[in-house]
């Protein structure tokens, strides 16, 4: 009996220390609402807790443009943030002082698969890998309507006069000749932002130059024409009558249904068409935004955002093998077969063979030999945050371009002062 008593004991206590080993882990995720964030977080949380059936996940939505950003802050500061959390890369990560508050996920066994090009927006200042790409990289341009173009005969502009031309025709058709979608703040800094492959043409050292304060965006006549397009283009009356309400989502209904005819935007809008439109997806087009020259036409990339676990995390190495297995080629491929809009950048993870039109414009920028330039913010650290704000203004007609660029140059300062950065 007592040798009963005794195996009996032990196959018990076997048994909880399996359990203890193998104890149930809640992953949480702090993530924006972006639709393809929803759709990225839901096939890889689903295809990660099949593989680990032990791990589940609780994910919470925060707020876009600058109240997320301060939300994404004050976690970090406050030690409450997430076991994972998706952020920008580029400027806005290093805003974060990565080195002090997130994870080093250099050694993780898959980060060798993050594409080259990416690893220097997600590094901390020691060259240390902290976060993993989540989702393809964007273009920023416009997204236009095939359809009205057709019935209008309109072609592709290559110069920005001829897109504000297309524009005119469009209103004269009795149609929204420019979605603009001020309800969400964010939206509104397109024509600025998605103009600096026009400014790099133009004065190739801005970047550079900017960083180190020896260049301004009111002083640099490439740089201010952001500015002064989304003037020209407000006080045109190209825009919808309610595009101080209208938010996003309004946006990618409007260009896809043939409300509008364009609506200036990341290329992640795609998701959104496909989502809620599905039947208006053949319709959507895309272009990068003319400058003005013709010969000198390419496209403004945007990196995607990813995915980080900060040093406080609650679970942190069950949440560093989950980030691990993010950067594989079968957890890319997830996503893209989920959401094909645009090249992925994990090594060899193929797009589906059937993307939408959309992504077809976008690829052939990306093939040209130049024919694609970073975004600034993955140039410089250096971003405003007041710049949703400015351009809400300008596109409203209630601050005029030139005063526009003079104070978001005052805006970048005090960034650039809290990053420590020399010359400021």
Not at 28 to 44: R, Y
Not at 78 to 90: K, L, P, S, V
Not at 227 to 238: I, M, N, P, S, V
Request: net charge negative; hydrophobic share 40%.
């Amino acid at each position: 009996m007592r040798m009963t008593a005794r195996t009996i004991l032990a196959a018990s206590l076997a048994s909880l220390l399996a359990s203890a080993a193998h104890a149930d882990v809640t992953l949480s995720i702090l993530a924006d609402t972006n639709p393809e964030t929803v759709v990225f977080l839901d096939v890889l949380t689903k295809a990660y807790s099949e593989k680990r059936p032990d791990i589940s996940f609780d994910i919470e939505n925060r707020a876009g443009g600058a109240e997320g950003d301060n939300i994404v802050k004050t976690r970090l500061a406050t030690g409450e943030m997430a076991d994972i959390f998706q952020y920008n890369a580029g400027s806005l990560f290093q805003a974060l002082k990565p080195e002090n508050t997130l994870a080093d996920l250099s050694g993780l066994s898959n980060a060798g698969n993050i594409s080259e090009n990416f690893k220097p927006v997600v590094s901390a200042a020691d060259g240390s890998v902290r976060g993993v790409p989540f989702g393809p990289a964007m273009g920023g341009g416009i997204f236009y309507n095939r359809k009205i173009y057709a019935e209008l005969g309109l072609e592709v502009p290559k110069t920005w006069a001829d897109f504000i031309a297309n524009s005119e025709k469009v209103k004269a058709a009795g149609k929204v000749g420019i979605a603009q979608t001020y309800g969400d703040t964010w939206t509104s800094q397109l024509f600025v932002l998605a103009d600096y492959y026009n400014v790099n043409a133009a004065a190739p050292s801005f970047a550079k130059d900017f960083t180190e304060n020896k260049a301004k965006f009111a002083t640099t006549p490439a740089a201010a024409k952001g500015f002064e397009r989304l003037e020209q283009a407000g006080k045109a009356g190209l825009f919808n009558a309610d595009f101080g309400a209208a938010k996003f989502d309004d946006g990618m209904r409007m260009v896809a249904t043939g409300e509008a005819a364009h609506y200036p935007m990341l290329t992640f809008g795609i998701g959104n068409v496909a989502q809620n439109y599905p039947d208006n997806l053949g319709d959507l087009g895309f272009f990068a935004q003319p400058g003005d020259d013709a010969a000198k036409n390419g496209l403004t990339v945007w990196m995607p955002s990813a995915l980080y676990s900060p040093s406080s995390a609650e679970h942190g190495e069950e949440a560093k093998k989950f980030l691990d297995w993010v950067a594989s080629k079968e957890a890319c491929e997830l996503m893209a077969k989920a959401v094909p809009s645009g090249p992925y950048l994990i090594k060899d993870c193929q797009l589906p063979a059937d993307v939408p039109q959309a992504v077809k414009d976008m690829l052939p920028y990306f093939e040209a030999e130049g024919g694609t330039s970073p975004a600034l913010e993955f140039l410089s650290p250096v971003k405003g945050p007041a710049l949703e704000q400015i351009t809400v203004e300008v596109g409203s007609g209630i601050r005029p371009a030139s005063e526009a660029a003079a104070l978001y140059d005052q805006d970048v300062e005090k960034q650039a002062k809290q990053l420590g950065l020399p010359n400021w």
